[in-house]
C-alpha cells in the first residue's frame, strides 16, 4: 500500500494562506499610501508654499515683471507678501483640522460599530428565535461595514452562541436506542434551528472567514450535532470538527482541508466535490455518503466507515492513508483483495524458485588439466 507523507495540522491550506497573505499585503501597501501621502502633503505646506510665495512670481510670471517698476513699489510687494504668507498659514491651520476631523470621524464610527455590536449582543440573548435571528444578521452586517475590527469578535461570539445553541451529538448506540425507546427525539433534531442556520452561515461566510485569521480565532465546534446543516462551498479550512453529527449535511463544493473531523459523523452527507486534503477522518462514519468528484490528498482514513459510500476513486489506497481497520464499499474491497492476492502470490513464487546452480568455471584455450 502506497503511502504518502503527512502535512502537519495546524498549518492553514495554501488557499486560506494566499487569502490572508494577499488581505494583509492590501493593509501594507494602504499603510505606506497613506504614510506617503501625509509625508508629500506635509513637504507642500512647509516646501512648497513658502518657495511658491517667495519666487512663484519671478519664476511663473517672468515675462511680465520689471525690476525698476518692481523696486519702486516695494511696499505693495510687502504688503502682498504678508498677504500670502497668511493664507499660507490659513491653508496649514484647514490642513491640521481636516485631519482632526479625519479621526475624529473615525474614532466616531468605531464608537457606532461598538454600540451595534452590543445591540447585536442583546438580541442574541433573547428568548425569541426570530429575535435571535435579527442578532445574527446584524453581526453579519457589522462584519461587512467594519471587517477588520468586528470580524475577529464576530467570530468568536458566533462560536459561543453556536455551542450554547446546539444540542450535544450522541454517538453511543446505547443513546440513541434509549431516545427512540423513550419517544425522546427532542435532543437529536433532523436539521438545525433556524438561528444556529444563520449563525453557521454567516460564521463560515468569505468576509468572515477571511478577516478573521484562523491562527488567532480557532473555530471549534466539536462534539456536536449539526445534523442536516446547509453549508454549501463554505470554508472550514483548519476546523476543529471532532466527534460532530453532520449526517445529511449539505457540504457541496466545501473546503475541508486541515479540518480534525475525527470520530465525526457524516452518514448521507452530500460531500460532492468536497476538498480533503490532508484532512483527518479517522473512525468516521461515512456511510451513504456522496463522495464525487471530492480531491483526496494525505486524508487519513484510519478506522473509517466507506462501507456504503459513493464516488470513491479506484486508487483510493493510493491517495489517502488506510489500514485493515477501514471499511471500504464492495467494489473497492475486492481490488484490494485483488491486489493483495497478487501480492501474496508473487512472495510465494519467488520463495519457492530454488536459486540457480552455478556453472563450472571455464578452462582457458589451451589449458591442459593434470599437467
Known amino acids: 500500500m502506497k503511502r504518502n507523507l503527512i502535512t502537519p495540522i495546524g498549518i492553514p491550506s495554501p488557499n486560506m494562506n494566499e487569502r490572508i497573505a494577499k488581505l494583509w499585503r492590501k493593509q501594507r501597501v494602504r499603510k505606506r499610501l497613506t504614510r506617503a501621502l501625509g509625508v508629500l502633503g506635509s513637504l507642500i505646506l512647509l516646501i512648497g508654499i513658502p518657495w511658491l510665495v517667495w519666487r512663484g512670481p519671478y519664476t511663473l510670471d517672468r515675462e511680465y515683471l520689471d525690476r525698476e517698476e518692481l523696486a519702486k513699489g516695494s511696499a505693495a510687494l510687502v504688503s502682498g507678501l504678508r498677504t500670502a504668507l497668511v493664507a499660507m498659514l490659513a491653508a496649514i491651520g484647514a490642513g491640521v483640522a481636516l485631519v482632526y476631523t479625519a479621526r475624529t470621524y473615525r474614532l466616531t464610527r468605531r464608537g457606532q460599530i461598538t454600540d451595534r455590536f452590543n445591540k447585536a449582543l442583546e438580541r442574541l440573548g433573547s428568548e425569541h428565535e426570530y429575535v435571535r435571528i435579527g442578532g445574527v444578521l446584524n453581526l453579519e452586517q457589522i462584519v461587512q461595514d467594519a471587517p477588520e475590527q468586528a470580524a475577529p469578535d464576530a467570530a468568536r461570539v458566533l462560536v459561543h452562541f453556536i455551542r450554547n ?61 449539526l445534523a442536516g446543516a446547509m453549508l454549501p462551498s463554505v470554508d472550514l479550512t483548519d476546523t476543529h470538527l471532532e466527534g460532530v453529527d453532520l ?20 452518514t448521507s452527507a452530500n460531500l460532492i466535490d468536497v476538498d480533503l486534503t490532508c484532512t483527518e477522518l479517522e473512525q468516521a462514519d461515512l456511510r451513504g455518503a456522496d463522495l464525487r468528484l471530492a480531491k483526496w490528498d494525505n486524508t487519513r482514513l484510519l478506522g473509517a466507515n466507506l462501507s456504503e459510500a459513493s464516488g470513491l476513486p479506484a486508487n483510493l489506497h493510493e491517495l489517502a492513508h488506510i489500514d485493515d481497520r477501514t471499511a471500504l464499499p464492495a467494489y473497492l474491497q475486492s481490488q484490494e483483495e485483488g491486489q493483495r492476492w497478487r501480492l501474496r502470490c508473487l512472495r510465494r513464487v519467488s520463495s519457492a524458485t530454488p536459486p540457480p546452480e552455478p556453472s563450472p568455471p571455464v578452462s582457458a584455450p589451451g589449458h591442459i588439466q593434470g599437467t
Open 165 to 225: 445553541r446546539a444540542p450535544k451529538a450522541q454517538h453511543s448506540r446505547r443513546k440513541r436506542l434509549a431516545c427512540m425507546r423513550s419517544g425522546d427525539n427532542t435532543s437529536l433534531p433532523v436539521e438545525p434551528a433556524a438561528d444556529v442556520q444563520a449563525a453557521l452561515t454567516a460564521l463560515t461566510s468569505d468576509v468572515m472567514r477571511l478577516h478573521a485569521d484562523p491562527r488567532v480565532v480557532v473555530l471549534d465546534l466539536h462534539g456536536l450535532h
Open 247 to 266: 449526517s445529511g449535511a449539505d457540504l457541496n463544493g466545501a473546503t475541508l482541508a486541515m479540518a480534525n473531523l475525527n470520530t465525526a459523523r457524516l
